[in-house]
């Protein structure tokens, strides 16, 4: 029996999480849960797995949970703070932890996880982008097993020859990743239709239901840049090696192509049960829910090159991940920033690359070789982000 924690619960990926298991109760047993505000779906999970422990975010809220969970006769321990992730992550009883929590705020609980030597399914690609070489050599320190769960990392590790571990593309014949996506709701949208785009329609993917700070990444294809960051420490590739391609349909997940012209695809209805249930189960296959491919119903299968004049943010983060780990941390600051204003309505849809390109400017390189420097150095470029957005805002 696998023991879980699922960090970050109530979201997206946490509920898709809980689907999996549920399917598997001879497999799989919750550990813990843990959340940010949404106590009441937080106490109704809690009560169809009954973990051993709750965790919320905010400790002002425990007595209030407390309640809650007495309301519906659990027998589980409540904790609360970064602190209690940190345990509940890195806990001798739990095997396996899914790293769901969105943005900065998974980093360090995340970190315990992999630290702890955990079996670690990472779906928060924000740790790894402000931490990279500091993440990759702490997994390969503790011996913790990393599984991607973003669906395009996920297909490429499926793509890649079952013994590559932590070795290079190139001993293993590979040419170049091919890191697919499908450009998002607005990719046929000109400047004047982009500039009045509000955030409903920003949150509304044309074939993923996600999170609203990942929709709004994937809109203005931060989210491929993320990911595009993401797989350089994943795989070990060089910038060079990796291209994105946009492919709108959203049914191959990423390729990876071989020296002698062999391209591997990994192919399935978009839904993140897929890549949760593969990591979940690694190296066996069980069921998701996920239902197959209807090759009958498939009539358009397209791709093409971004442009980088329509998806700026794109090309900030490429290059944020040329300049270095200083770069990638500043953008990811910047970016949880201009997401959260451009949701509250103090920032246009264009304004968020235009706001992460003027942060990126003033910050200054670098070098970030502990988790300490890494902390301080986000807590930097929110601070400069901030006096920012003051101004744009005032
Ligand atoms: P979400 O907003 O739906 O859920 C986020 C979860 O994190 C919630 O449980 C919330 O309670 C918790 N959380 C938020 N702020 C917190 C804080 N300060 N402290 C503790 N917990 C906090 O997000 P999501 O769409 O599930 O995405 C989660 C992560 O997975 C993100 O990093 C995202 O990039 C990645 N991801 C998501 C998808 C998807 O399909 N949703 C796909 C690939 C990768
Ligand atoms: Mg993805």
Redesign the pocket.
Known sequence: MQQITI??????????TLDVIARHPDKYRVFAL?????LTLLIEQARQCQPDYLVI?DRAELPRARGMADDAGLDCQLLAG?DA?DRVASDERTDTVM?????S??LLPTMAAVKAGKKVLL?????LVMSGKLFMDEVQKSRAQLLP???EHNAIYQCLPGDFGYGKLEDAGINKILLTGSGGPFLNWNKARLAAVTPEQACCHPN????????V?SATMM?KG?EFIEACWLFGARPEQIQVVIHPQSVIHSMVQYRDGSVLAQLGNPD?RTPIAHALAYPQRIDSGVQPLDFSSMTDFSFRLPDYDQYPNLRLAMQACGAGQYATTGLNAANELAVEAFLQGHLSFPQIAAFNEAVLEQLESCPLTSLDAIVEFDAQARAIAGQLLNKMVA
């Not at 960090?7 to 898709?16: D, E």
């Not at 843990?34 to 949404?38: D, L, R």
């Not at 993923?208 to 929709?215: E, L, Q």
């Open positions: 960090l970050g619960s109530t979201g997206s990926i946490g509920q898709s843990t959340a940010n505000k949404n975010a970064a992730l790293a769901a929590i969105v943005g705020a998974g779906a928060n690609k924000e740790a769960i973003d669906s993923w239901n996600m999170g609203r700070k990942i929709s990444d989210n993320l993140m």
